[in-house]
């Protein structure tokens, strides 16, 4: 089993930035492929950035790309979102995600594919 716990979420004004965090127990994380997906009110939760097992390859939504990135410290069993230009569109809660994936430069970014979630960290952006 893996525990996933979002932190970093928050009010932000539109224009600024956050970086979200995915701390993860139970097992260690270098073994999986890492996920952050969003949700917002009425709408079906969305991929937004992926990461395989030890960083060689990212991939984003195109609604996120050159605005957000996504990155792993393996030795703090840690997974980051660093997003940046923020705006009202990007207001969701946001869940991060783990895939069993060690040595594969698989990203994966359909939500059954994830086999473990964490409660989601909320992101309200005030334009």
């Known amino acids: 089993q893996v525990q996933l716990v979002e932190s970093g979420g928050g009010l932000v004004q539109a224009g600024g930035s956050l970086r979200l965090s995915c701390a993860a127990s139970g097992r ?9 997906f969003r949700q917002a009110p009425g709408k079906e939760r969305e991929f937004v950035a992926g990461i395989n097992w030890n960083g060689g390859t990212t991939y984003y939504a195109d609604s996120v790309k050159g605005r957000f990135t996504i990155s792993r410290d393996n030795a703090k069993n840690t997974v980051y979102l660093q997003m940046n ?8 809660v946001y869940y991060c995600a783990a895939k069993y994936g060690r040595y594969s430069s698989i990203v994966y970014t359909r939500t059954l594919e994830y086999d473990y979630w964490g409660q989601g960290t909320q992101v309200t952006v005030s334009s």
């Open 28 to 36: 260690t994380l270098s073994s999986y492929a890492m996920g952050w």
């Open 85 to 92: 230009s923020l705006a009202s569109e990007d207001t969701a």
